[in-house]
């Protein structure tokens, strides 16, 4: 597979597979947010690397666990609490406002497509979203500050009015995935004919499926990423460098 690394040689060599492409699926990991000041889950000295995460199993039987979880989940996010999109978050959000996509499947958690202007409807979300909570026995949806508000206050991790447990609406380790995103991510790559992988690493699976599945439906597959991925020798072409220098024209048309 061609790698290129030369930055304008990468913009040249996009520019071409997205003209020549009717349907383009973008696929992003948390690369894509680095530049929006939410560190990735890889690269060194990372706060996700520094804390070992709370599996879904833990938080379910232990309430120091939930205790532990909520207290990270709000350090967290009240360090990203000014994050706006990056420049790939609006080149994406271009690609779907000018008819070039139809939707964006992302690990993402963080809600920044939809900041950049992606109807959620249009948001294929296989790792959840941390912008908000949910009861793990009836479904219902909670807003993080008055579950913040009341755990200041008292220590307690959130309960439901059903009684069941309320967590971000995250898919953690050892967390089923959603199985109706899944399913839609999976349709839109088999729709696509290029799928652009942008900041993921390509490591974490079931979501890493959907680039290949796309790949084995016919489609072409284009990683832009600043290191090596799991998945470079399947691809087509791997544009290697800055996501922000890469996709900048894309942003801009
Ligand atoms: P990852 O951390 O495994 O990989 C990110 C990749 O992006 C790395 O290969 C890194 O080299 C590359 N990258 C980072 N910044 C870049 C930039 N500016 N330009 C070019 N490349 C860049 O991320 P992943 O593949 O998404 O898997 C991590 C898991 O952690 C996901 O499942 C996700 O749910 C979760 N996570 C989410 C967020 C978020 O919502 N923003 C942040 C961290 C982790």
Redesign the pocket.
Known sequence: MPILTETDACREALREQIERARRVLPFT???V???SG??????PGSA?TRNKPIPFQAFVQSREARIEAWRRKFVMDESFKGAAPSVGHRAIARLIETGRAQEVVT????GLHQAAGVAAERVIEL?GNGTFATCLSCGRRYELEPIRLAFVATGEPPACACGGLVKSATISFGQAMPAAEMRRALDAAARADLVLCI??????YP?AGVPLHGQRNGARLVIV???P?ELDAEADLVLRG???ALLRDLAAT
């Open positions: 990991g948390a690369g947010s680095t530049e939410i560190p990735d889950f890889r690269s996700w690990q993402n958690i963080d790792h900041g993921s690493s390509l490591v974490v979501a990423n600043r290191e991925t800055e996501i922000g």
